[in-house]
């Protein structure tokens, strides 16, 4: 028995994602991908973020009839079947055939042929696992919510990881944004995004290849908004690939550097540059080595982070992350801000933000930060600036922006505004 291509592919793109951080995302823009026939491709691509948003359900199913844990590569085997018995219309035997021929396929797990064909007919008879919010994240990510935001904002969080979401698009050009939301078939968003529900290869939409907007989530949008550039302004992205945030602040019209310490994800800021016919300074740098002397009205540090806040698209991030990941990211985003704050100029802005759900890397940063700089204010930021949701403005001013936030959903980010004193 062969396995089709399309399962081979999923099971590749699952083991790609589960094995290291944003395993997925290369997986996703691999070759032999992009070699599939179209529907081939996008069965893979749907079958294994299915399997990923409904890891934890599907993982309880499976825990519960096998005694064991299995190998890895005959567990994803069972994870993949399961996916398609109880949520994608796959009839059950075709599910099953195709698992089982997949164990086939692997040497190592052909012992295992036996165990994915029982225990898959033994889910086949069951309904779908009840769908309860909580179970669809990893049990201590969900606990670290429930304590930092309580109970129900817990729950609508987590109900997000199954969602598939819109696409997110930015205008380039803020006057643009009816024109192409007609032309899209697209929902203008608060703050000046678009919502595009529809499907495809994005390169094809209308108005790409004339670089009239970038892809980027609703939420990602709202902090380069927030440094409310005035035109011909110095501004500095000190993380800026790949690059969705400093082509907000070159299209508001700043003068840009954008610096970071990877070439290969500045590329991609390159091409976007390219394509939109927007510029900046591009740095290939480490951001506290850099050796530059200029100080800037506008600082952006859009720091690294556990991404949490970024599993409507990288349903991995939440699987593939560790608990103590959490604090180290935590120690390098102190020293990069510290580092961003030298570099804005007297009376400048200093706008902060992660896409990420864990308050040591959001609030936690914001309040030691405020301790280490007195000569650096918080400047409050209210509701609906820069399409900032209202109920992610905090009391004390600054954003903690939650997916079930706005209707459809968006990522998790938080947000802060300084201002250096003159
Ligand atoms: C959250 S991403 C930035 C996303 C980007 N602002 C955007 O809107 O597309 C964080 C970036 O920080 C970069 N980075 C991490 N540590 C860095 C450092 N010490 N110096 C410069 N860049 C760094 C990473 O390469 C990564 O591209």
Known sequence: MKPDPARAAAFDLVTAALARRAGLEAALEAPHLAALAPQDRSFARALAMTTLRRLGPIDAALGARLARPPPDRVRTILRLGAAQLFFLEVPDYAAVDASVALADSERT???FKGLVNAVLRSLARERPPPADPADLAPAWLYARWRAAYGEPAARAVAARIAEEPAADLTPRDPADVLALAEALEAEPLAGGSLRKAGRGRIEDWPGFAEGRWWVQDAAAAIPARLLVIAPG??????CAAPGGKALQLAAAGARVVALDRSSARLKRLQESLARTGLEAEVV?????????????AAVLLDAPCSSTGTFRRNPDVLWTLRPGDIARLAAVQA???DAAAERAAPGGRLVYCVCSLETEEGEGQARAFL?????????????GEGGAPAASVAPEGWLRILPHHLEGGLDGFFVVRFRRDD
Request: no cysteine; glycine share 0%.
């Open 109 to 111: 797990s052909r012992p």
């Open 233 to 238: 302004q110095a501004a500095l992205d000190m």
């Open 284 to 296: 290939a740098a480490e951001a506290e080595a850099w050796a530059d002397p200029r100080r800037f």
């Open 335 to 337: 020293r990069l801000l």
């Open 371 to 383: 301790r280490r700089r007195p000569d650096f204010k918080l400047e409050p930021i209210a509701a």
